[in-house]
């Protein structure tokens, strides 16, 4: 049976004996809380390791591209802030001078905006693809693009692509609004313990990571089957958050008055996680959660010194690159 990493269990359907790598062109089912497959390739046996040797690549590729292109985007960001605070200021006087339209909306926007954290606005973009591709998800003429690209599977044809868009796909609404409701809520804290740059690119370095503990968990297993969601990317937040602050209290959204530290509460979703992969349970892509926390409390305590602040280097080559060489 498949583990979606969207929590729902896909109803196992009937198949003819099907050659290597031939499409079941079985009828597809339909399902409010998970995609509906239309096409899976089958094998005569179980994939081999070797699957996974694209998959290892393109994880060490994407992380180093990933820190690589933050580093230069906070360098770029911090060139530019000067000119930008003389340019914000002088709008702002210019403002003053132009009469106020009352109920104008897009100074309620305005205001809203940065009545925000600068974790929420950063978080506000991540969530704006994972609705547009939950959008997608509910046009007919999308759905074999969705399943090939959006969903993760080592038994298919697609392997590395959907290891970070499947991060962003969601095809239950619940599933989705609990996902984003968690990254909102941990936004804050994350990007004021990393910064903007660094959590954008542990962010998108944890959906790939924590896909690929997945393929080697259905390799290893043998059990194969769709999976997609952010979970494993909000887990490495989640863990990174508990991790360097492991006496802040928690809360359940719907019981409120039952508080927890935040390590206990990462210790239990470990613990959970750990005993449903070993039980085989196929409600959760646990090996993908796991894959996310472990990559979370391992960035925190050791990556953040190793990675982010060995970028020198690569920044200072930007900037001679940048300004060209000196005369």
């Not at 979606?4 to 079985?26: A, C, I, L, M, Y």
Request: a positive charge.
């Amino acid at each position: 049976s498949p583990i979606p990493r969207n929590g729902f269990k896909r109803v196992p359907q009937k198949t003819e004996p099907r050659k290597p790598d031939q499409e079941t062109g079985s009828k597809p089912y339909k399902s409010s809380l998970s995609p509906p497959i239309q096409e899976t390739v089958f094998y005569t046996s179980s994939p081999s390791l070797k699957r996974l040797v694209k998959p290892f690549f393109f994880t060490i590729g994407f992380t180093g591209c990933a820190f690589g292109s933050a580093a230069i985007w906070q360098y770029e960001y911090l060139k530019s802030r000067v000119q930008n605070y003389f340019d914000e200021a002088r709008a702002d006087w210019m403002d003053k001078l132009r009469p106020q339209k009352n109920g104008d909306f897009r100074k309620q926007v305005n205001k809203w905006w940065n009545s925000l954290s600068e974790g929420q606005r950063t978080v506000t973009g991540i969530i704006a693809a994972n609705v547009f591709v939950f959008c997608l998800w509910r046009i007919p003429c999308m759905q074999r693009t969705m399943i090939t690209y959006f969903t993760s599977n080592p038994a298919s044809r697609v392997l590395c692509s959907p290891m970070l868009l499947s991060t962003f796909s969601h095809f239950s609404l619940f599933h989705m609004a609990a996902n984003m409701y968690v990254l909102w809520s941990f936004s804050s804290s994350i990007v004021s313990l990393l910064g903007r740059e660094q959590f954008m690119a542990v962010y998108l370095s944890a959906g790939v990571i924590s896909t690929f503990v997945s393929y080697v968990s259905k390799v290893t297993t043998g059990r194969f089957g769709p999976s997609l969601g952010a979970s494993g990317a909000i887990m490495t937040i989640l863990a990174a958050v508990c991790t360097k602050m492991p006496e802040a209290k928690l809360a359940i959204i719907l019981l409120p008055m039952f508080t927890f530290t935040a390590g206990n509460a990462l210790k239990a979703i470990i613990a959970m996680d750990t005993a449903g992969l070993v039980l085989g349970w196929k409600f959760f892509d646990h090996a993908a959660h796991l894959g996310g926390a472990v990559f979370g409390i391992w960035y925190v305590t050791y990556g953040h010194e190793l990675i982010w602040k060995n970028r020198e280097p690569l920044v200072k080559a930007w900037h001679e690159m940048r300004n060209g060489p000196k005369l």
